[in-house]
């Protein structure tokens, strides 16, 4: 089944970092750029910038240049999204999201992954 | 502050038609394609519209959308009680390097 499956949970402190995955199902992990999304609760969603899985590179929206960080393991599949210094305000669902190259859109979203800042 | 502008709220009984509209400048509607998700209550976001007016395979034609200079339009007919859903538009911004999405739309069905 073609799907896209994010870690658990995650409850941080803040300056902490956290790393959440996304790995791929049913279809070449390589052929389809991944996004990330957040969404904090009751609020709209935020790109926070893009990485193609076939050679590494990447985009960062402004807001997040210097604290995140995308990574991927070709071999199992799994792209990652790591952010550091975390604060409060960061609290959010986090959504990978596949998009194809030419301009099909994010057609293929994961579960979400809530990561919750609290000291 | 969203880069594109929705209007917060819709709403509309069953059988109407309802639009929500999605402003945006030069650099993101004008430039480049707009694309409409649906995110029903507590779950992920899902593709609706792609390329202005495109639908995914399973997406009934009740959906549909439109771009005109710098706004778009997603126009919903013969609503139904599980369209209630939040809508977001999203485009490429030229002058961000980067996705840029609406702040929302919660549609009612009453």
């Known amino acids: 089944q073609v799907q896209l499956v994010q870690s658990g949970a995650e409850v941080k402190k803040p300056g902490a970092s956290v790393k959440v995955s996304c790995k791929a199902f049913?279809?070449?992990?390589?052929?389809?750029?991944v996004n990330w999304v957040r969404q904090a609760t009751g609020q709209g969603l935020e790109w926070m910038g893009w990485?193609?899985?076939?050679?590494?590179?990447?985009g960062y929206a402004q807001k997040f240049k210097g604290r995140v960080t995308f990574s991927r393991n070709t071999s199992i599949s799994t792209a990652y999204m790591e952010l550091s210094s975390l604060k409060y305000e960061d609290t959010a669902v986090y959504y990978c999201?596949?998009?194809?190259?030419?301009?099909?859109?994010?057609?293929?979203w994961g579960q979400g992954t809530l990561v919750t800042v609290s000291s | 502050q969203s880069v594109l502008t929705q209007p917060p709220s819709a709403s509309g009984t069953p059988g109407q038609r309802v639009t929500i509209s999605c402003s945006g400048s030069s650099s993101n509607i004008r430039s480049n394609h707009v694309f409409w998700y649906q995110q029903l209550p507590g779950t992920a976001p899902k593709l609706l519209i792609y390329r202005n007016n495109e639908r995914p395979s399973g997406v009934p034609g009740r959906f549909s959308g439109s771009k005109s200079v710098t706004s778009a339009s997603l126009a919903i007919s013969g609503l139904r009680s599980e369209d209630e859903a939040d809508y977001y538009c999203a485009a490429w911004d030229d002058s961000l390097s980067g996705w840029v999405f609406g702040g929302g739309t919660k549609l009612t069905v009453l």
């Open positions: 049913g279809y070449d992990f390589t052929n389809y750029d």
């Open positions: 990485t193609n899985p076939k050679n590494g590179d990447t």
């Open positions: 999201a596949r998009e194809g190259s030419g301009w099909d859109g994010a057609d293929l």
